[in-house]
């Protein structure tokens, strides 16, 4: 069973958000003793003290989470406790090793220490080393890796809160990392007791999970706590067990009442936010996100028509756009998320949590695979138009069509199902065009585009379905895949639009079938008369990106001639559909 998996289960098992850590720490295990005499060693007592941290705990907790250093500090010994605790840990619940690991000599070895042989199913990582810290982690698939983004160390702020609070360390490394892991793989720890700064973290990750590194003294902080790290669906937050419910005596009640106590909080936040949809976008640079309920949130940003930044052309996007343009991104260096409540015709709510694209991080730039060349943009779209191309998602030189038409460059974005990471972030720009529009189904034009509709289906949490490219002669010989009610609002998905042809297709057959489309979002509008044969036609275009500023981002990143940039000026092959 994968982390993610393990985790969640164990959530919904026990009804909980705890974790406890499991380290025998000389000064804890001097005050257990004294509410439970025993003799023995120093590492005897340590092993009692664990089991009996685990025997009342485990119908409490979701997870627990053991501090490397303690029990590397007792020599050989420590090491042998630490695969106990291994063994002593239920395998339904996850064992996240505490390491704040940040070494790149020798991290692959210890990925295959901690998740080969320790069985370990997480591990706590620095990330000042950047991306290259967490690769040979992610090369264990079913473990994950969490990213220690906040210190609640006084001593830390000077480093966490530069240069100032509008634009703080902290928040660039919250950002940065999203793009490292999807949000199963990748977790995010905060050490902080004060609500402002979780809330900061959750706006700029509203779908990651967060650990929470902090002790309450009142439960005032507790609710201001939950309340600010809460996602959207009212879980995606980890609190840690208080140090003393660890060493006195009812242990296995006072975490009891303290899970059901977090409970009621919980349940009572989201009586609060039942009637509302939420959905998550980013805010501008300066300040700290806010949350806009029941409305339109931030400025509309309107589309020129020739940059190609993927708004509507007729300006009607549905709801309005937080500060940059979530599609094509501005180069701002976002650090919030605004919360806006949209719903969807029929008195559905579209049901979205999408972590749109974010705003660029502050002078990060990352390097294309084999290239010294780098974006001279800092927008995280910028850095995805230069990976799509490192990838071979464009080739040059002569493409037939099946019309029989020779193009001179071909864009295939089919190679994106094959990088998760990549895939995740395409998805996050389609979520971006797809905030602002009232739908009740998702809508893939086959055969490109299906998985990508399928992957913002479970992304978006809405249902999928798709017109048949033809029709069986067997079978319930259907026109439209999954299911659906005549009236309902479809938006419709696609890859690429060059003549509109295999879109209005496709629409043709979920409307012959009683349901209605108004919107189209793509990845690439190629330009030309399709988004104009697609308005006649009554309907509205939105893409992520179009080609003028695919060619400026990769001029720029030293990755297209001048002979090569001037064809993308041309014809372009591809297969719709």
């Known amino acids: 069973m994968n ?59 979701c997870a627990y989470k053991p501090s490397l250093g303690f ?26 090793l505490d390491a704040k690991h940040g070494d790149l000599n020798t991290s692959s070895a210890l990925a295959q220490y901690v998740f080969r042989e320790l069985g370990a199913d997480a591990l706590t990582l620095s990330p000042l080393a950047g ?77 990651r999970f967060l650990i929470l590194r902090s002790l309450w003294e009142q439960e005032e902080r507790l609710e201001a706590l939950l309340q600010a790290g809460l996602n959207a669906s009212g879980d995606g937050l980890l609190l840690p067990l208080p140090q003393h419910l660890l060493v006195e005596k009812g242990m296995a009640a006072g975490t009891s009442a303290l899970r059901i ?94 972590d749109a694209v974010g705003t660029g991080s502050d002078g990060a730039k990352r390097e294309g695979a084999g290239r010294t060349s780098r974006v001279s943009s800092v927008d995280p779209l910028d850095e995805l138009i230069v990976e799509l191309f490192d990838v071979g998602c464009l080739l040059f030189g002569e493409y037939v069509q099946a019309s029989g038409a020779v193009f001179n460059y071909y864009i295939d974005l089919r190679q994106i199902i094959s990088d998760p990471n990549l895939f995740h972030r395409v998805l996050h720009a389609y ?39 033809e029709v069986k002669a067997h079978g319930a010989r259907r026109l439209i895949e999954g299911d659906f009610n005549e009236g309902e609002t479809v938006v419709v998905v696609d890859d690429i639009l060059i003549t509109g042809g295999s879109v209005l297709e496709g629409i043709g057959k979920l409307e012959t079938s009683g349901l209605v489309v108004r919107d189209v979002v793509v990845f690439i509008d190629h330009g030309g008369q399709a988004r104009q044969r697609l308005a006649d036609a009554g309907y509205r275009t939105h893409a992520v990106l179009m080609i003028p500023r695919i060619t400026n ?22 297969s719709e559909g």
């Not at 009804?15 to 025993?38: A, C, F, K, V, Y």
């Not at 010994?77 to 063994?87: F, P, Y």
């Open 553 to 574: 981002v990769l001029m720029a990143a030293g990755r297209l001639s001048s002979d090569q940039a001037s064809l993308l000026g041309g014809g372009a092959a591809h």
């Open 71 to 96: 029990y590397q500090a007792l020599g050989p010994i420590g090491i042998e406790l630490l695969h106990e605790v291994r063994e002593l840990v239920p395998r339904d619940m996850p064992l996240i």
């Open 261 to 354: 106590q977090i409970e009621t909080m919980r349940h009572r936040w989201l009586s609060n936010v039942a009637d509302r949809c939420d959905l998550w976008l980013p805010a501008p640079e300066t300040g700290a996100a806010a949350a806009v309920l029941g409305g339109s949130a931030g400025a509309v940003v309107e589309s020129d028509g020739e940059e190609g930044d993927g708004e509507d052309v007729d300006g009607e996007a549905g709801a309005a756009k937080q500060g940059a343009d979530l599609g094509a991104g501005a180069g701002k260096g976002g650090g919030g998320s605004l919360n806006a409540a949209v719903s969807s015709s029929g008195g559905r709510g579209a049901g979205r949590n999408a």
């Open 431 to 469: 979520a971006g065009q797809l905030e602002g529009l009232r739908f009740d189904r998702i809508a893939g034009i086959p055969y490109g585009s299906l998985p990508t509709a399928t992957g913002l289906s479970l992304k978006l949490h809405l249902p999928l379905i798709y017109p048949r490219k």
């Open 131 to 207: 991306q290259d810290i967490v690769a040979p982690f992610l090369l264990y698939p079913d473990r994950a890796v969490v990213i220690t983004c906040h210190s609640s160390n006084p001593g830390a702020r000077v480093f966490q809160h530069h240069p100032d609070e509008d634009r703080p360390l902290y928040t660039t490394v919250v950002r940065e990392s999203q793009l490292w892991a999807t949000a199963e793989q990748l977790l995010l720890e905060v050490g902080t007791s004060d609500p402002a700064v979780l809330a900061r973290v959750r706006s700029a990750a509203p779908e």
């Open 3 to 61: 982390f993610f998996v393990k985790l969640t289960d164990a959530m919904a098992s026990r009804q909980s958000l705890l974790i406890t850590g499991l380290d025998p720490n000389p000064e804890m295990l001097q005050t257990w003793t004294r509410h439970h005499p025993s003799s023995g060693s120093f590492l005897a007592q340590a092993r009692r003290w664990i089991k009996a941290v685990i025997d009342a705990t485990g119908d409490h907790v």
